[in-house]
């Protein structure tokens, strides 16, 4: 992820802490959340003259590949859980 993608992905993610920061993810249609996300997706589009559908996509792919990253970290931490046998 290049610098530029880490920043759009954390200007999203910020605005969406506080435009979402009431709603259960799980419960709230995608397209409710999104519609939420629009006026910062729409103004980063500006800012890149990107359309705004592109901005979409860029910011999903990025979401995957945060957690991706986060995935593999936690993984790493963890360590391999076979190392330690059978606990029960």
């Given at each position: 992820?290049?610098?530029?993608?880490?920043?759009?992905?954390?200007?999203?993610?910020?605005y969406a802490s506080v435009v979402?920061?009431?709603?259960d993810p799980q419960k709230t249609?995608?397209?409710?959340?999104l519609d939420k996300l629009k006026p910062v997706l729409e103004e980063i589009a500006k800012e890149k003259n990107m359309?705004?559908?592109?901005?979409?996509?860029k910011y999903m792919d990025l979401a995957s590949e945060a957690s991706v990253e986060l995935e593999r970290?936690?993984?790493?931490?963890l360590g391999n859980p076979s190392q330690y046998g059978d606990i029960m």
């Open positions: 992820m290049t610098a530029e993608d880490r920043e759009i992905l954390t200007k999203i993610n910020e979402l920061k009431d709603i249609h995608v397209s409710f959340q359309p705004l559908e592109d901005v979409f996509i970290k936690f993984q790493s931490e």
